[in-house]
């Protein structure tokens, strides 16, 4: 089989570089005339609008420069066209002067001295080994634990309680401590 040379093909059907269409000369002399008559409209309205601008300039100044006989008006000042704002009495006020003295009693019932206390229960285990490995995680955050043996309706378990804790906000505080150590399981419950 033969083999084609396509690079030799392509050189050979080599075409002349086409020339770029000329624009027609009409169409660039119609935009140089189609731009002078923008200018010229332009200008044109600018020279209106100075003369109607002048003329009402010049009446107005027609009208300032006239002569007053000052023999025969009377002297009128700035306030003279203007209403003359009432003059006010000065205000009296009655609780600047009575806010010294005033007093508030309020009547606070104590909140009655709660026995309550609390325990966080962090883990239920059935072997004592898994409830000693948790408590040994509790000790590595800094807090202390202990593991209580108790028996239920199925069986021994062996609970991690940390407390009592005498506020439920200490209580929290040391839950959101075993948190950050990834230890979520612990509720918090009266005491009983």
Same mark, same amino acid.
């Given at each position: 089989?033969?083999? +084609? &040379?396509?690079?030799?093909?392509?050189?050979?059907?080599?075409? %002349?570089?086409?020339?770029? +269409?000329?624009? %027609?000369?009409?169409?660039?002399?119609?935009?140089?005339?189609?731009?002078?008559?923008?200018?010229?409209?332009?200008?044109?309205?600018?020279?209106?609008?100075?003369?109607?601008? !002048?003329? &009402?300039?010049?009446?107005?100044?027609?009208?300032?420069?006239? $002569?007053?006989?000052?023999?025969?008006? $009377?002297?009128?000042?700035?306030?003279?066209?203007?209403? %003359?704002? %009432?003059?006010?009495?000065?205000?009296?006020?009655?609780?600047?002067?009575?806010? $010294?003295?005033?007093?508030?009693?309020?009547?606070?019932?104590?909140? $009655?001295?709660?026995?309550?206390?609390?325990?966080?229960?962090?883990?239920?285990?059935?072997?004592?080994?898994?409830?000693?490995?948790?408590?040994?995680?509790?000790?590595?955050?800094?807090?202390?634990?202990?593991?209580?043996?108790?028996?239920?309706?199925? !069986?021994?378990?062996?609970?991690?309680?940390? !407390?009592?804790?005498?506020?439920?906000?200490?209580?929290?505080? &040391?839950?959101?401590?075993?948190?950050?150590?990834?230890?979520?399981?612990?509720?918090?419950?009266?005491?009983?």
């Amino acid at each position: 089989m033969a083999q +084609k &040379d396509y690079v030799a093909r392509s050189q050979k059907k080599k075409q %002349p570089p086409r020339k770029k +269409k000329q624009a %027609p000369q009409a169409v660039a002399w119609v935009k140089v005339v189609l731009a002078i008559l923008v200018v010229s409209v332009f200008v044109a309205g600018l020279w209106y609008l100075k003369d109607a601008t !002048g003329d &009402d300039a010049s009446k107005s100044s027609e009208s300032a420069q006239a $002569p007053v006989d000052s023999a025969n008006a $009377p002297a009128k000042s700035i306030n003279d066209e203007k209403d %003359p704002l %009432p003059v006010l009495k000065e205000e009296d006020w009655e609780f600047i002067e009575g806010l $010294p003295s005033y007093s508030v009693e309020v009547e606070v019932d104590e909140l $009655p001295n709660s026995d309550r206390r609390y325990l966080m229960q962090c883990g239920s285990f059935r072997k004592q080994s898994q409830a000693e490995e948790l408590k040994a995680t509790i000790a590595f955050q800094g807090l202390e634990s202990q593991v209580l043996e108790s028996e239920g309706s199925k !069986g021994i378990w062996f609970r991690v309680v940390l !407390g009592p804790y005498e506020t439920k906000r200490d209580a929290e505080r &040391d839950r959101h401590a075993l948190r950050s150590a990834r230890i979520n399981r612990c509720q918090i419950w009266n005491w009983d």
